[in-house]
Structure formats: structure tokens, C-alpha cells
């Protein structure tokens, strides 16, 4: 390897763990939203390329759209951070866990009406999983 390479690799791994230090640390909670956040976009690019998406007026792929999501996820991320900060201040360990799990659901919601669009067969009970759970999120 080169020293621009060893330099680059050194970089990217200061940044990260600070990214993570920030974020309250790699916990299992934090890389499953990460996962489910990549699968959403995944599956959200898969549609947009493949399919008619309902998101643009072409139905075709978007760079401004694409944009959006990734903005939107984001300040979800922004949100993990404040969430973690409101942790420390507080002397808490429930308000990250909290938001994290409430934007794991959405992702989730997300992912599964994303694999419904691809005429993935869902069973009934992930629907009706999917309808409770939207439901108790929407306010009264």
C-alpha cells in the first residue's frame, strides 16, 4: 500500500470511530438501523429504476429525489446524535435507545411496503404487524 492510501485509511478510521463516539458507540441497536436505512434505499432505487415510482412525475429514477432520501435519513442520523447528547446530559440510557427504535420501525414500515410494491408475497400477519404499528404512531 502507498502513503496516500495509509493516510486515507487513517483518516476514515479517525472519522468513524469519531462518527460513532458521537453517536454513542456501535451498539447492535445503531448498525441495525444503519442496516435497515441501506436495504430502504436499496430497495427504494430498485423501484425507482425498475418500476414507476410514485415519487417523481416521470416515475422514473431521480437524482433530486434520491437527494431527498438521503437528506431525510440524514437528520435521522442528526436526530440518533441530539438523542445520544440528551442521554449524557440527563444521566439517562433510554432516550437514544428510544429514537432509535421509533426510526427502526420506520424503516422497517418502509422496507416491507417497498418489498409489497415488488409483489414480494407478504404474509397477512406482517401486514396487519405493519397496519398496528402505523396506527399507533399516527397521532390522534
Same mark, same amino acid.
Given at each position: 500500500m502507498s502513503k496516500v492510501q495509509i493516510s486515507v485509511m487513517c483518516i476514515?478510521? $479517525? +472519522?468513524?470511530? +469519531? +462518527? +460513532?463516539?458521537a453517536l454513542g458507540g456501535w451498539s447492535d441497536d445503531l448498525i441495525t438501523l444503519f442496516i435497515f %436505512?441501506?436495504?430502504?434505499?436499496? #430497495?427504494?432505487? @430498485? =423501484? !425507482?429504476?425498475?418500476?414507476k415510482s410514485k415519487k417523481t412525475?416521470?416515475? /422514473?429514477?431521480? /437524482?433530486s429525489e434520491c437527494f431527498k432520501g438521503?437528506? *431525510? *435519513?440524514?437528520? %435521522?442520523?442528526t436526530f440518533v446524535l441530539i438523542a445520544?447528547?440528551?442521554? =449524557?446530559?440527563?444521566? #439517562?440510557?433510554? =432516550?437514544? #435507545? !428510544? $429514537?432509535i427504535i421509533g426510526f427502526l420501525v420506520n424503516e422497517l414500515i418502509s422496507i416491507v411496503e417497498n418489498a409489497g410494491?415488488?409483489? $414480494?408475497?407478504?404474509? *397477512? @400477519?406482517v401486514i396487519n404487524a405493519i397496519d398496528l404499528l402505523k396506527n399507533k404512531s399516527e397521532p390522534e
Open positions: 476514515l478510521s $479517525v +472519522a468513524g470511530g +469519531a +462518527a +460513532a463516539n %436505512m441501506g436495504l430502504d434505499f436499496i #430497495t427504494g432505487l @430498485i =423501484i !425507482a429504476f425498475f418500476m412525475g416521470t416515475g /422514473s429514477l431521480s /437524482s438521503l437528506v *431525510k *435519513k440524514c437528520v %435521522m442520523i445520544n447528547r440528551l442521554d =449524557i446530559s440527563l444521566n #439517562t440510557g433510554y =432516550i437514544r #435507545t !428510544a $429514537v410494491i415488488l409483489g $414480494v408475497p407478504l404474509p *397477512k @400477519i
